[in-house]
């Protein structure tokens, strides 16, 4: 084993550059003792509403609460379905199943991993409530397309951007296509809390502030209750992380498309399937993500060089034991079935040094020669 060790992801060196202002904002809410409905909260939601180019944005502890708050503020419950992929974190299903609907999986497009639009078009039913694309390993789905059914069918989009900070569609940002997007801010996120965060962006007023209630115990004022509500808050410490961090992300995902860049100018000619983009789309890169054979055993051979990679996401949704009772079987998505046997991701963040890309592209190479791709 080589104890030379090159990781997937590194925190500190991603997030040096912003430490001093990190450190500050914390300090500030400590300070304050400013820690639940936080002026910072406040802030951080109206500097990403105006990164991102929409009028609301309703922070929350997580993206899984996100995407859950969501689907119920856009009335999903019982009777309904939402169609959605099965090539994603559990998070997506769950959410929906936890909002009393049926889940409808639909099989990805091999290119990008995204949902396929064809299959989406035809899984619609008089019972589709909502559309919920996801934008995987920071890919945008076809947004054009699904947008062009919803408008037909009058059914809702529901974004789901976790991984898609900075990705762009047709020169538009992922999460401003839908009527609501659930962003993660989950550490490993192009933007990362210290912890658990999410998000809930829209241009409609009326949802944010159904979706203000709900995260808050349904309450208008201290002991006045609208709704049945949830405890699902952006605590103020995850805010000031974020709004400090927030000034650095475009030039993160910066950073990310040009270790990507390097990549594919030094992979293209190897046993492998490299990350496409669609001619519409700009890639985030929160994962760099090439499909190779005998993907266990390519895993194997860069961890005995020091070189970590990982699989995101080795088993479909459809497969896991806790969907089971959706009644979908083995060989019902191909596709994403494929991919989660060939995907692995390999090392990518800002602030990868160059040589690190080269002895992974170095590892690789002679892997290829050796047909173990």
Known sequence: MNSYRI??????????????AILRAIRRVLDRQEYVQSAATERFERAFGRWLGVREVVGVNSGTAALYLALKAMGVGQGDEVITTPFSFTATLEAIVHAGARPVLVDIDPATFC????????????????????????????MDRLGAMARKGKVQILEDAAQAHGATWNGRKAGTFGRAAAFSFYPSKNLGAYGD??????????????????????????????LVGYNERLDGVQAAVLLAKLPFLNRWVRQRRSQAHRYD????????????VHTKARHAYHLYVIRVRNRDSVAAA?????????????????????FKKLGYRRGDFPESELAAQSVLSLPLYPGLPKSHQARVVQVLSKLSESQNL
């Open 7 to 20: 990781p997937v992801l590194d925190l500190k060196k991603q997030d040096r550059p912003a430490r001093p």
């Open 115 to 142: 949902i396929s639009p064809a299959g989406v078009d035809r899984a619609l039913t008089r019972r589709t409530k909502v559309i919920l694309p996801v934008h995987l390993y920071g890919h945008p789905a076809d």
């Open 197 to 226: 965060a999410g998000a809930v962006v829209t241009d409609d007023p009326d949802l944010a502030e159904r979706l203000r209630k709900l995260r808050n115990h349904g309450r208008t004022a201290r002991y006045a209750h609208d």
């Open 265 to 276: 100018l030094a992979l293209k000619n190897l046993r492998m399937i490299l990350p496409k």
């Open 302 to 322: 860069l961890r005995s060089h020091g070189i970590d990679s990982a699989v995101h996401y080795p088993v479909p949704l459809h497969l896991q034991p806790c």
